[in-house]
């Protein structure tokens, strides 16, 4: 992996030793690079590597942050230096001018841990030829590009299951513990109390331990990055924001950032809702979304989400969204909030995570839109309201428009009154 990741980074740098005009092909993880984003990206580059010639393209990984963010991803750090590989050898996106290379055609892109590119990435749509994510397909099918898409608890599990499955030979103690370890954090220890590992999960990471029996323990392993992730000592509000943040935007934009640690003690930090506000006005935000984890003695997860908006029109109604929520249902419960802009909950359902949050949110984007626009159609007439996203049925009768009544139909229904 090391000699691989030095020849990206000079083949970046210099374009040494490649073709003129050779293709880049960049395997790109989401917005995020959380652990499983970053390990993907760099597991399925170098099965590429190995599989494909350089004739056909230069496979890169590329981190989809700035390279002055990693030090925010605390547990990758901690992976990549338990395994003896430097931080340094790592490309990330403000090392390789993407849009560029597609202006040249000379971008192919695969995305891993994600299957949409954000609209700032829409120029590159056309490069892509594959996707490998365990996240909802949000993408139109096309014969332009092969997509594994499967909601396992990992996408590090889909790149395992390739790898083994196309190219055992080239897993090494390092590889395989970049992999393990990640399915490990994802899947919360194998917990099924977490509700995020699947048997594919369970298959892929007891396929690892049985071909290199000297993996580090789960528990110990586990425990290990657990501990790295949630550690957010010297960290400054806004780091702890960017630690692990997704944007959103539609009608309005949106961020969502996960906090470790309580959202009790979050708020009482000080100067908080100055600091809030000016990171809002730098991303230019109308809602912020917080989504605090932290844990019981028994190793339980709590969740807690708190919503801050200037507005509180916006406040109340992504509020009200999801506490009506259903697919799935949150389990709100308001607590106190010492702060005139935000308003915070208890998460019941402690099994729904920011990914089952992010489809609620998007949600609510899109029924927010409609509301916005016009209620009557071009020709004046009034359109049938859709199913509410709370609805109890999947359908509403009414979701075509009004039955068609005729002439005929309403002489019969005339002739049935007559008779009784």
Known sequence: MDEFLYACHAAVQTSAGLPSGCPFHVVLGNEACDLDSMVSSLAYAYFLSKTCGIEEAFVVPLLNIQQEELPLRS????????????????????????????????????????????????????????????????????????????????????????????????????????????????????????????????????????????????????????????????????????????????????????????????????????????????????????????FTEAKQPIRELALFSHSATCREQVSHFLERAGDPALDLHAISCPHDHVVAFHQGNSSASRKKLLPLLKDFVRVRRGQDKDDEDEDGERRVPPTPANSLVEGCPLDAGPPPVSVHALHDKFGQIDAR
């Open 75 to 294: 547990d990758n750090v901690f992976l990549l230096r338990q395994i003896g590989l430097s931080p340094d050898l790592l490309l990330f996106r403000d090392q390789l001018d993407l849009v560029a290379l597609q202006r040249s055609d000379r971008l192919r892109l695969t995305l891993v841990d994600h299957n949409v590119l954000p609209s700032s990435d829409a120029s590159l749509e056309g490069a892509v030829v594959e996707v490998i994510d365990h996240h909802m397909l949000e993408r139109e099918p096309s014969p332009s590009y092969h997509a594994t898409v499967e909601t396992v608890g990992s996408c590090a599990t889909l790149v395992t299951e390739r790898l083994l499955q196309k190219a055992p030979h080239i897993l090494d103690q390092q590889l395989a513990q970049l992999l393990y370890a990640t399915i490990l954090a994802d899947c919360v220890n194998m917990a099924p109390a977490a509700g995020k590992v699947t048997a594919k999960d369970s298959l892929f990471a007891t396929a690892l331990e049985a071909r290199f029996p000297s993996l580090p323990p789960r528990a110990a392993l586990f425990q290990a990055l657990h501990n790295a992730k949630f550690d957010v000592s010297g960290l400054n509000t806004e780091q702890m924001l960017m630690k692990d943040m997704k944007m959103l935007k539609g009608s309005l934009s949106m961020a969502i950032s996960v906090l470790y640690l309580p959202i009790e003690v979050f708020l009482q930090r000080a100067e908080l809702e100055e600091e809030l506000s000016g990171f809002c006005r730098k991303l230019a935000l109308d809602v912020l979304v917080l989504m605090s984890i932290s």
